[in-house]
């Protein structure tokens, strides 16, 4: 008898589907570990930068968070934060916001999973990855998998 595991990535409580059009929510909710370097600044987050018309996108937001999370999938570990460092607002605000990301060593993750993770993980938000390009990004297209 084989034994199945499954592994749940986020929590469905808070999911709901939005429209392309753009259905933003007032407030921030997840988990801080996965907050993007813009969603420690509520007042941008919300508000919009100065150079720009409206808040932040929130699929950037999005796109960080998956990126942390393919990260600590390949490292074994929260990625970044040094292991067994406590998981403090202040420490994770200093990782997200002024910390590098984690080296990953030689032959630890193929150059198109390097890439889709570097995508995803750059603080600027103007600069990160889109949705649309991570779908067609080399380390997800063309792959043969099937959506239940």
């Not at 997200?96 to 890439?115: H, K, M, Q, T």
């Not at 991570?134 to 063309?142: E, Y």
């Amino acid at each position: 008898m084989k034994m199945r595991t499954m592994t749940k990535l986020i929590s469905g409580q808070n999911a709901e589907v939005v429209s392309r059009a753009g259905k933003y929510r007032a407030a921030y909710e997840g988990t801080a570990a996965y907050m993007s370097p813009e969603r420690f600044d509520t007042e941008r987050s919300l508000q919009g930068d100065s150079d720009e018309e409206g808040p932040v996108d929130p699929y950037a937001a999005d796109v960080w968070g998956l990126g942390v999370t393919v990260l600590e999938l390949l490292v074994g570990r929260y990625p970044l934060l040094p292991a067994g460092q406590e998981l403090t607002w202040a420490a994770l605000m200093c990782a997200v916001c002024f910390g590098e990301l984690p080296a990953l060593p030689d032959g630890a993750a193929s150059p198109e999973l390097r890439s889709f993770v570097a995508a995803c993980l750059q603080k600027e938000h103007r600069k990160r990855a889109s949705v649309g390009e991570l779908l067609v990004h080399p380390f997800v297209a063309g792959r043969d998998v099937l959506a239940k």
